[in-house]
């Protein structure tokens, strides 16, 4: 069976997925993630594929100090970057090192699971949901984002990593839209037990700065990190042009906005 790219990057690529891909792609939807589990002080977070923790740390001033809040994350690299970034005064965060199939907690220990753009990446994804029920508290909640596609920008990029440096990196760039549908992962959640389930669209209109720049530093924070920084100079240039001309339509001042859109999944116990 095809297992899915598990999204992995290593040292300097989780300090760039921190300033780029999360600063202007993952950051940008976090707060309404977190919104969506209707967290109360003193609630026990589990974050899960937590990267540099965006959603995590948010997680935390929602909860406040009288909460508790685990960050977990397959990648030591990332979880490196999150212990790095500053928490203002709000509930501890303990970042763990491990896989969302095996989540090493107690049933019953926590009162919000949250996931932000992670699913995509798990080998076994209907464990991963059993899993997330197992360790939910009476009156749990779940919320969960996937990409609802290839996305405008994603798809510009993915055809330009694909003619310039070969079908197997652009198929490596492009796992993370690689995404179960709204049937698929409501079937997941229903299979694992989770009750009242919805998955709702969400949109907003996504900024990045100018394209030439900005898609070779988001390159170098994911995991095609290391077939870009072999490119030539002339191979790389060629891609920032490729992906600006492709989207032109969406040129503004400073850079470029487009509209995107997610799938956001709730429930629960
Ligand atoms: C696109 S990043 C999203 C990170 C974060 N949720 C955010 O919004 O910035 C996907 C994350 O999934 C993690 N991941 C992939 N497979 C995993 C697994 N089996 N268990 C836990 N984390 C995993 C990767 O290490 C990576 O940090």
Same mark, same amino acid.
């Given at each position: 069976?095809?297992?899915?790219e598990q999204w &992995?990057? +290593?040292?300097?690529?989780?300090?760039?997925y921190?300033?780029?891909?999360?600063?202007?792609?993952?950051?940008?939807?976090?707060? +309404?993630?977190?919104?969506? /589990?209707?967290?109360?002080?003193?609630?026990?977070?589990?974050?899960?594929?937590?990267?540099? $923790?965006? =959603?995590?740390?948010?997680a935390?001033?929602?909860?406040? %100090?009288?909460?508790?809040?685990?960050?977990?994350?397959?990648?030591?690299?990332?979880?490196?970057?999150?212990?790095?970034?500053?928490?203002? %005064?709000?509930?501890?965060?303990?970042?763990?090192?491990?896989?969302?199939?095996?989540?090493?907690?107690?049933? *019953? %220990?926590?009162?919000? =699971?949250?996931?932000? &753009?992670?699913?995509?990446f798990?080998?076994? &994804?209907?464990? /991963?949901? *059993?899993?997330?029920? *197992? =360790?939910?508290?009476?009156?749990?909640?779940?919320s969960?984002?996937v990409w609802s %596609? +290839?996305?405008?920008?994603?798809?510009?990029?993915?055809?330009?990593?694909?003619?310039?440096?070969?079908?197997?990196? /652009?198929v490596?760039?492009?796992?993370s839209?690689? /995404?179960? $549908?709204?049937?698929?992962?409501?079937?997941?959640?229903?299979?694992a037990?989770?009750?009242? #389930?919805?998955?709702? #669209?969400?949109?907003?209109?996504?900024?990045?700065?100018?394209?030439?720049?900005?898609?070779l530093?988001?390159?170098a924070?994911?995991? =095609?990190?290391?077939?870009?920084?072999?490119?030539?100079? &002339?191979i790389?240039?060629?891609?920032?042009?490729? #992906?600006?001309?492709?989207?032109?339509?969406y040129?503004d001042?400073?850079?470029v906005?487009?509209?995107e859109?997610?799938?956001?999944?709730?429930?629960?116990?």
């Amino acid at each position: 069976m095809n297992q899915p790219e598990q999204w &992995q990057i +290593s040292g300097d690529a989780a300090e760039l997925y921190e300033r780029y891909a999360v600063r202007y792609i993952l950051g940008p939807w976090a707060a +309404s993630l977190v919104d969506a /589990a209707c967290l109360a002080p003193g609630d026990r977070v589990l974050d899960i594929a937590c990267g540099t $923790g965006v =959603v995590t740390r948010i997680a935390a001033q929602r909860v406040g %100090s009288s909460g508790k809040v685990i960050g977990l994350d397959l990648n030591p690299a990332m979880l490196a970057v999150a212990r790095s970034l500053p928490t203002a %005064s709000a509930a501890p965060i303990e970042w763990v090192q491990r896989s969302a199939l095996d989540l090493g907690l107690p049933d *019953r %220990s926590i009162d919000a =699971v949250l996931c932000q &753009q992670g699913l995509q990446f798990f080998p076994d &994804q209907p464990l /991963a949901l *059993r899993e997330m029920h *197992r =360790v939910l508290d009476d009156g749990g909640r779940i919320s969960l984002s996937v990409w609802s %596609s +290839s996305g405008i920008y994603n798809t510009a990029v993915g055809n330009a990593v694909r003619q310039f440096l070969g079908d197997e990196v /652009a198929v490596r760039f492009c796992a993370s839209r690689k /995404a179960p $549908g709204e049937a698929e992962i409501r079937r997941l959640a229903l299979e694992a037990g989770f009750l009242d #389930v919805e998955v709702r #669209v969400i949109r907003l209109e996504a900024h990045l700065p100018a394209l030439d720049k900005f898609v070779l530093c988001h390159l170098a924070s994911t995991p =095609v990190a290391s077939m870009l920084a072999g490119a030539s100079a &002339q191979i790389r240039h060629e891609i920032g042009i490729s #992906v600006t001309e492709q989207l032109k339509h969406y040129a503004d001042a400073d850079g470029v906005t487009y509209p995107e859109e997610s799938f956001l999944l709730t429930g629960r116990i």
